[in-house]
């Protein structure tokens, strides 16, 4: 049975720091705490596990040229599972990596992709018609725009 009443609380930022004409910091970090009685929330595979978590990633976005887009990051997170009692949650850290690239045809066509790896066996799908949870993902994509440019 679920509980009457429980709270939840989430946040993002993003933050972009100019380094160069060519080459932007982006800071991206989001985060949540939810009641440890929520198991809906505190199981949510659509990012970390837990009643208390955080998704923090640190890139470095380098522009080459007018039509080729390089982001090279670091990624880390934090996640508190909930325990029977409050005495026994397990606090867990993941670190990571990865880079994304956009190689950009025109303004309304583009080709997407990244490749990523986090230490966390509970990341989200990487599957759509199966469960399956990859530390290692790879993803390669194509980007249309149908109004307004790039």
């Known amino acids: 049975e679920l509980p009457d009443a429980v709270y939840r609380a989430n946040g993002r930022i993003e933050w972009y720091v100019p380094a160069t004409d ?8 989001e985060g ?11 199981m949510d595979g659509s990012r ?8 923090a990633q640190l890139r470095l976005r380098i522009q080459l040229g007018n039509s080729w887009t390089l982001s090279p990051y670091v990624q880390g997170q934090f996640s508190r599972l ?15 990596g990865g880079v994304e690239s956009y190689l950009h045809f025109n303004e309304v066509f583009s080709l997407h992709g990244y490749y ?6 509970s990341r989200e799908s990487i599957r759509v018609d199966e469960d399956v949870h990859g530390q290692h ?8 725009r149908f109004t307004g440019r790039r």
């Open 22 to 29: 060519s080459m932007t910091w982006e800071i991206f970090a």
């Open 32 to 42: 949540g705490m939810a009641d440890r009685r929520d198991r809906l929330v505190a």
């Open 48 to 55: 970390a596990l837990g009643n208390q978590w955080a998704d």
């Open 82 to 96: 909930p325990g029977d009692s409050r005495l026994n949650s397990q606090k867990k850290f993941f670190l990571g």
């Open 116 to 121: 990523s790896f986090l230490n966390n066996e």
């Open 137 to 144: 993902m790879f993803y390669l994509g194509v980007v249309i």
